[in-house]
């Protein structure tokens, strides 16, 4: 685990947290429940997204909150305190 030392701050090899993992494990596994049924090959006009681009964004604006909330408590834990 010398690899990860050198690049980890924290002493475990690896800093995920049990809550962490639940919540990925539940978005890979809802990710293909709430896709699209695949393209039937005829054109047809769109009036609003469908339900995979709504769910797309939703697992994109999650996982932005989701690393800019870690990013934060990271930098939070290692700032220096005057």
């Known amino acids: 685990m010398v690899f990860w030392g050198r ?3 924290s002493p475990t090899p ?3 947290t049990p ?3 639940r919540i990925a494990l539940a ?3 809802a990710t293909p429940a709430l ?4 393209h039937s090959g005829i054109a047809g006009t769109r ?3 469908e339900l995979s681009d709504l769910a ?4 994109a604006a999650f996982g932005v909150w989701f690393v800019r909330s870690r990013l934060r408590a990271r930098f939070r834990r290692d700032t220096p305190k005057d």
């Open 35 to 38: 896709a699209a049924t695949p």
């Open 27 to 29: 978005l890979l596994i």
């Open 14 to 16: 690896l800093p995920y």
């Open 47 to 49: 009036s609003m997204p």
């Open 7 to 9: 690049f980890n701050p």
């Open 56 to 59: 797309l964004f939703a697992c």
């Open 19 to 21: 809550r962490m993992l």
